[in-house]
């Protein structure tokens, strides 16, 4: 079946930089889009990133774009998430997701990113 | 950029009951929407996506309807483990958009 687990979330101070990866499992990943969804602690979803089943097309929310970058590799069937310059509003749940037509499904269980001096 | 209302914020209900939960768009979306279900602690779950196929597993209690601007997810009788929050979310334009959730809770 279809696995997606997340790590690399921790602590990190405002300005700092973190990796998140994404291990995937039981689907052919190189041929599937992937997604970051965040959910900060208390609050609704938000849509952070898309890649394309190639890596070659990109797509970010307004409120990450130029410090958050999606990657992937597909030999090693993992998905990736560079984050540059956190601010405290970054501090959220981070998940990726399986695409489906721009659909979540399935989703990793999420790693924790907490931004605070 | 298209914003979610959902409402109600929070619905209380008992085992059994219907429940009947709206997504409001800013602008037509036509039929790409999709219903997402969140329990405390665990990752959302896609139920309904085109506005009304249900997502694989998913039990025929959940329905969904709607198109343009204003859709609906239908619980036809809870059950425990559908006490939840609900989330709508869009694809027809970037960025994808969630709602705010409607949380259903026992009464």
């Known amino acids: 079946q279809v696995q997606l687990v997340e790590s690399g979330g921790g602590v990190v101070q405002p300005g700092g930089s973190l990796r998140l990866s994404c291990a995937a499992s039981?689907?052919?990943?190189?041929?599937?889009?992937m997604n970051w969804v965040r959910q900060a602690p208390g609050k609704g979803l938000e849509w952070v990133a898309f890649i394309r089943y190639d890596g070659d097309k990109t797509y970010y929310a307004d409120s990450v774009k130029g410090r958050f970058t999606i990657s992937r590799d597909n030999p090693k069937n993992t998905l990736y998430l560079q984050l540059n310059g956190l601010r405290p509003e970054d501090t959220a749940v981070y998940y990726c997701a399986k695409d489906k037509f721009n659909w979540f499904d399935p989703w990793g269980q999420g790693t924790l990113v907490t931004v605070s001096s | 950029e298209i914003v979610l209302t959902q409402s109600p914020a929070t619905l209380s209900l008992s085992l059994g009951e219907g429940a009947t939960l709206s997504c409001r768009t800013s602008q037509s979306v036509s039929s790409y929407l999709a219903w997402y279900q969140q329990k405390p602690g665990q990752a959302p779950r896609l139920l309904i996506y085109?506005?009304?196929n249900r997502a694989t597993g998913i039990p025929a209690r959940f329905s969904g309807s709607g198109s343009g601007t204003d859709f609906t997810l239908t619980i036809s009788s809870l059950e425990p483990e559908d006490f939840a929050v609900y989330y709508c979310?869009?694809?027809?334009?970037?960025?994808?958009?969630f709602g705010g959730g409607t949380k259903v809770e026992i009464k």
């Open positions: 039981g689907f052919t990943f190189s041929n599937s889009a």
């Open positions: 085109d506005a009304s």
């Open positions: 979310q869009q694809r027809s334009n970037w960025p994808l958009t």
